[in-house]
């Protein structure tokens, strides 16, 4: 037996009546594929639902999967307490996903209470497992529940991890269907949750059509600054699932999308037409080529970023001798420098100097690119396998200058504010940073300064590289 369904379905709680009281029908189409799929499978009656939700327990370094005898959750924080619901997990599947996952190296932790008590939480089931599943109910309930919750892995292990779960349910002969839950674009109008970009449109509609076409490479290469920019939480999702298609030759048939609270909600089935060669090894040959075209393209700064911190994870040792590259600038001047490293649009790691440590910007890159990897407190350490799915950026900044509020421009400038021996910096040019006011705040809360005491203003440009 192997899986026999696949759908996208996104999460909104409004979409349900107990929740949106009328708001819910401001979005009919989504509610109504909503519906078209729960009665679709319950006509396929599967023993098991395998839903990968972006809102669960979430492990840091590593995809979820709950274990325990039964999980359940209600929508109480969505003014719904009524509605709850409580599944058996599946545990025969679920531990045969974790062992070959295991086994392929990827990251893959089981979720037990026993273990999540120790973080003060407990297995249960999120609004994004619970609003797909919210529709299937209504029309069937027999089946038992796989809980999975996606990580920051990189899109080829996700991938991966999707094709285990095939393998799973043929080799144990379930009869189950996959559900990837996850919202498109955040972003879609300026009283949406995140405000507007123009990206968020642009990935909805580029990414809808790829999967309509069956089309995973242009899933794998659709550009970064796009997805980073959309404010989306159903890709990795959907990266999953389009690993249990792995070998079939499928097309997605969109059953609505609607944008109206600026967030996309876009409900997919997916079909599948016959078999079809395996992409990993194409993927897998796509990523190298990513990472070798950025080594390519890069500038000497991003450059010397990358081959410090891949030399201390291969070595243990830091560079000792400056490469050939490395130009005089670099070599001459002393400078504050942050590296900044991105993984699939999200940071991976940031650490800087506001004034120089060292004799030079390329000593400062090249300390500062180990610390970013490895010492950032937010952050686990960066494992060497993961450095092909990392974007480096260095940012060189200019000597502070004394300032006034009135001189601030949160885009052009950075900020750097000082009392009593206490210090904080904002860099310019941050997501989310529109006002001064907004990067004052920010930078004294770093410093640990109140906001009523008395302190100085300086402002610094940045120049910025970046990998392309």
Not at 120 to 140: E, Q, R, S, W
Not at 158 to 168: D, E, H, R, T, V
């Given at each position: 037996?192997?899986?026999?369904?696949?759908?996208?379905?996104?999460?909104?709680?409004i979409?349900?009546?107990?929740?949106?009281?009328?708001e819910e029908?401001?979005?009919t189409?989504t509610?109504?594929?909503?519906?078209?799929?729960?009665?679709?499978?319950?006509?396929?009656?599967?023993?098991?639902?395998v839903?990968?939700?972006?809102?669960g327990?979430?492990?840091?370094?590593a995809?979820?999967?709950?274990?325990?005898?039964?999980?359940?959750g209600?929508?109480e924080?969505?003014?719904?307490?009524?509605?709850?619901?409580?599944?058996?997990?599946?545990?025969?599947l679920?531990?045969k996903?974790y062992?070959?996952s295991?086994k392929?190296d990827i990251?893959?932790?089981?979720?037990?209470?026993s273990?999540?008590?120790k973080y003060?939480?407990?297995?249960?089931?999120?609004?994004?497992?619970?609003?797909?599943?919210?529709?299937?109910?209504k029309?069937y309930?027999?089946?038992?529940?796989?809980?999975?919750?996606?990580?920051g892995?990189?899109?080829?292990?996700?991938?991966?991890?999707?094709?285990?779960?095939?393998?799973?349910?043929?080799e144990?002969?379930?009869?189950?269907?996959?559900?990837?839950?996850?919202?498109?674009?955040?972003?879609?109008?300026?009283?949406?949750?995140?405000?507007?970009?123009p990206?968020?449109?642009?990935?909805?509609?580029?990414?809808l059509h790829?999967?309509?076409?069956?089309?995973?490479?242009s899933v794998?290469t659709?550009?970064?600054?796009?997805?980073?920019?959309?404010?989306?939480?159903?890709?990795?999702?959907t990266?999953?699932?389009?690993g249990?298609?792995?070998g079939k030759?499928?097309?997605?048939?969109?059953?609505s999308?609607?944008?109206?609270?600026?967030?996309?909600?876009?409900?997919?089935?997916?079909?599948?037409d016959?078999?079809?060669?395996?992409?990993?090894q194409e993927?897998e040959?796509?990523?190298r080529?990513?990472?070798?075209?950025?080594?390519n393209?890069s500038?000497?700064y991003?450059?010397?970023?990358?081959?410090s911190?891949?030399?201390?994870l291969?070595?243990?040792?830091?560079?000792?001798?400056?490469?050939g590259?490395?130009?005089?600038?670099?070599?001459?001047?002393?400078?504050?420098?942050?590296?900044?490293?991105k993984k699939?649009?999200?940071l991976?790691g940031?650490?800087?100097?506001?004034?120089?440590?060292?004799?030079?910007?390329?000593?400062?890159?090249?300390?500062?690119?180990?610390e970013?990897g490895?010492?950032?407190?937010r952050?686990?350490e960066?494992?060497?396998?993961?450095?092909?799915?990392?974007?480096?950026?260095v940012?060189?900044?200019t000597?502070?200058?004394?300032?006034?509020k009135?001189?601030l421009?949160?885009?052009?400038?950075?900020?750097v504010?000082r009392?009593?021996g206490?210090?904080?910096?904002l860099?310019?040019?941050?997501?989310?940073?529109?006002?001064?006011e907004?990067?004052?705040?920010i930078?004294?809360?770093?410093?640990?300064?109140?906001?009523?005491?008395e302190?100085t203003?300086?402002?610094?440009?940045?120049?910025?590289?970046?990998?392309?």
């Amino acid at each position: 037996m192997s899986l026999q369904g696949f759908y996208l379905m996104p999460h909104p709680p409004i979409v349900i009546p107990e929740v949106g009281k009328g708001e819910e029908k401001k979005i009919t189409n989504t509610s109504n594929s909503l519906h078209a799929i729960g009665k679709e499978i319950a006509e396929k009656s599967p023993d098991t639902i395998v839903i990968i939700t972006p809102h669960g327990t979430m492990f840091q370094d590593a995809i979820a999967l709950s274990l325990e005898d039964e999980v359940s959750g209600s929508l109480e924080n969505f003014g719904a307490s009524n509605v709850s619901m409580k599944f058996p997990i599946d545990k025969a599947l679920t531990s045969k996903i974790y062992e070959l996952s295991y086994k392929d190296d990827i990251a893959v932790a089981m979720a037990t209470n026993s273990l999540l008590n120790k973080y003060n939480t407990c297995v249960f089931l999120d609004h994004g497992a619970m609003v797909p599943l919210y529709f299937i109910n209504k029309y069937y309930k027999e089946y038992k529940l796989v809980h999975i919750t996606y990580t920051g892995l990189g899109d080829i292990d996700l991938y991966k991890f999707g094709i285990n779960i095939s393998k799973a349910v043929e080799e144990l002969g379930e009869n189950a269907v996959v559900i990837a839950s996850g919202d498109l674009s955040h972003r879609l109008k300026e009283e949406g949750p995140y405000g507007y970009n123009p990206f968020g449109e642009k990935f909805d509609k580029e990414f809808l059509h790829h999967l309509e076409q069956g089309d995973v490479k242009s899933v794998f290469t659709m550009d970064k600054e796009t997805i980073c920019n959309a404010g989306e939480c159903g890709r990795p999702s959907t990266v999953i699932l389009l690993g249990t298609l792995e070998g079939k030759k499928f097309n997605g048939e969109l059953l609505s999308y609607e944008g109206t609270f600026g967030v996309g909600y876009g409900v997919m089935r997916f079909n599948v037409d016959s078999k079809d060669s395996p992409k990993l090894q194409e993927l897998e040959a796509l990523r190298r080529a990513s990472l070798e075209k950025r080594k390519n393209e890069s500038d000497a700064y991003v450059k010397l970023a990358r081959e410090s911190l891949t030399s201390y994870l291969s070595s243990g040792k830091q560079i000792k001798q400056l490469p050939g590259y490395v130009t005089e600038e670099m070599k001459n001047n002393k400078r504050g420098v942050f590296v900044s490293l991105k993984k699939q649009g999200e940071l991976r790691g940031c650490i800087g100097t506001i004034f120089p440590t060292t004799e030079s910007v390329a000593e400062e890159i090249i300390r500062n690119a180990i610390e970013a990897g490895i010492n950032d407190p937010r952050f686990y350490e960066v494992q060497e396998e993961e450095l092909l799915d990392i974007i480096f950026s260095v940012d060189v900044l200019t000597e502070s200058e004394p300032s006034s509020k009135e001189e601030l421009d949160p885009k052009e400038y950075g900020v750097v504010v000082r009392s009593r021996g206490k210090t904080g910096l904002l860099l310019p040019d941050l997501e989310g940073v529109d006002t001064v006011e907004e990067q004052l705040s920010i930078a004294l809360q770093k410093a640990g300064i109140a906001s009523n005491e008395e302190y100085t203003i300086e402002k610094f440009r940045v120049i910025r590289h970046k990998e392309v």
